[in-house]
């Protein structure tokens, strides 16, 4: 009986091993593509943009059917100025709401590739994307400045809750959360990229962004599944927990209040609009479709984590 038992204890760590084993392959084998990939195609946002070129009169800072507002009673009364000021204003609040999450998941990689071999493809594509997410971070930030708008970024409180959140997170729940914020605005700005209406620099701006965060997406969505197959019962529903929490927050810091008064508008009348308008809640269901089927299909949806899932709109 104690042979047969240290038998199957020998047979369960050699399976393992295999596994981990296999993992690894499949972890070295796409970062190597996605390296290859940065190598083909990257941007340098300093020389790749027109800094200096001035803004064209009568186009919107985003794709209008992304503003908050579009399509309530108060968008339809206000003025064409409002609503260009507006989607500049909401423009420059989502990507200080990209920037604060990329500072995140910079601190997050960081951790991650700290205890790896750095001569490794999967840690050497991991320092290209905190690279690429620098060159993002300062892009996002000089677009705002370029269309004259304040530095919005989520309130305080969030932020400092950010600072618990890539304290504690790893594995499934740091890349799992990674996408909430990856996939919404690679969403909205496959949109903008393509939209006549809008300035070049937002169009551009996203182009960059796009093209680049494909290959993120990517390293996120296998991590994720990688390492949520390996997690317990107990840590799956840990994981769902927090990543509830996360994308919550994510989403609905995506519009900061403020930008409402900039756009000359009444704020308590323009929340209220906000938060009853189906039509910007139907978008973000659409921007975070793909990330809540991925999740799903890893078992990282479920539980208690549905109910902010729903308050978030992405459900």
Same mark, same amino acid.
């Given at each position: 009986?104690? +042979?047969?038992?240290?038998?199957?204890? !020998?047979?369960?760590?050699?399976?393992?091993? /295999?596994?981990?084993?296999?993992?690894?392959?499949?972890?070295?084998?796409?970062?190597?593509?996605?390296?290859?990939?940065?190598?083909? =195609?990257?941007?340098?946002?300093?020389?790749?943009?027109?800094?200096?070129?001035?803004?064209?009169?009568?186009?919107?800072?985003?794709?209008?059917?992304?503003?908050? +507002?579009?399509?309530?009673?108060?968008?339809?009364?206000?003025?064409?100025?409002?609503?260009?000021?507006?989607?500049?204003?909401?423009?420059?609040?989502?990507? @200080?709401?990209?920037?604060?999450?990329?500072?995140? %998941?910079?601190?997050?990689? #960081?951790? &991650?590739?700290?205890?790896?071999?750095?001569?490794?493809?999967?840690?050497?594509?991991?320092? /290209?994307?905190?690279?690429?997410?620098?060159?993002?971070? #300062?892009?996002?930030? !000089?677009?705002?400045?370029?269309?004259?708008?304040?530095?919005?970024?989520?309130?305080?409180?969030?932020?400092? $809750? @950010?600072?618990?959140?890539?304290?504690?997170?790893?594995?499934?729940?740091?890349?799992?959360?990674?996408?909430?914020?990856?996939?919404?605005?690679?969403?909205?700005?496959? &949109?903008?990229?393509?939209?006549?209406?809008?300035?070049?620099?937002?169009? /551009?701006?996203?182009?960059?962004?796009?093209?680049?965060?494909?290959?993120?997406?990517?390293?996120?969505?296998?991590?994720?599944?990688?390492?949520?197959?390996?997690? /317990? !019962? %107990?840590?799956?529903?840990?994981?769902? =927990?927090?990543? $509830?929490?996360?994308?919550?927050?994510?989403?609905?810091?995506?519009? *900061?209040?403020?930008?409402?008064?900039?756009?000359?508008?009444?704020?308590?009348?323009?929340?209220?609009?906000?938060?009853? *308008?189906?039509?910007?809640?139907?978008?973000?269901?659409? $921007?975070?479709?793909?990330?809540?089927?991925?999740? &799903?299909?890893? $078992?990282?949806?479920? @539980?208690?984590?549905? %109910?902010?899932?729903?308050?978030?709109?992405? %459900?």
């Amino acid at each position: 009986m104690t +042979l047969t038992r240290t038998n199957r204890a !020998r047979d369960t760590h050699a399976a393992a091993a /295999t596994s981990d084993n296999t993992h690894d392959a499949e972890r070295q084998e796409t970062a190597q593509r996605l390296l290859e990939s940065s190598a083909r =195609l990257s941007y340098d946002p300093a020389l790749e943009i027109d800094w200096d070129a001035p803004m064209l009169e009568g186009r919107y800072g985003m794709t209008p059917e992304w503003c908050s +507002l579009y399509g309530t009673d108060l968008w339809e009364r206000m003025t064409e100025e409002q609503r260009i000021t507006l989607t500049n204003h909401e423009a420059a609040s989502i990507a @200080g709401t990209g920037i604060w999450f990329e500072m995140i %998941l910079m601190q997050m990689l #960081v951790r &991650d590739l700290y205890r790896r071999d750095p001569s490794t493809p999967y840690v050497q594509f991991g320092l /290209t994307e905190i690279a690429d997410e620098c060159r993002h971070s #300062v892009m996002f930030a !000089r677009s705002a400045q370029r269309f004259g708008v304040p530095s919005y970024r989520p309130k305080r409180w969030i932020r400092e $809750g @950010g600072r618990i959140f890539k304290a504690v997170a790893n594995g499934a729940l740091a890349y799992g959360g990674t996408l909430f914020a990856e996939e919404i605005l690679d969403m909205m700005q496959r &949109d903008f990229m393509r939209d006549e209406r809008v300035q070049p620099l937002t169009r /551009t701006v996203s182009h960059i962004h796009v093209v680049e965060e494909s290959r993120h997406i990517r390293y996120a969505r296998e991590e994720t599944r990688r390492r949520a197959g390996r997690a /317990t !019962r %107990l840590e799956r529903a840990w994981i769902r =927990l927090h990543l $509830g929490v996360s994308a919550y927050f994510v989403v609905t810091s995506l519009v *900061n209040d403020r930008v409402y008064a900039a756009a000359g508008l009444d704020v308590a009348e323009a929340k209220a609009a906000a938060r009853e *308008n189906t039509h910007y809640q139907d978008r973000l269901r659409l $921007g975070t479709r793909r990330t809540i089927e991925f999740l &799903d299909e890893v $078992g990282l949806v479920g @539980g208690p984590s549905t %109910l902010l899932l729903r308050k978030a709109h992405v %459900l």
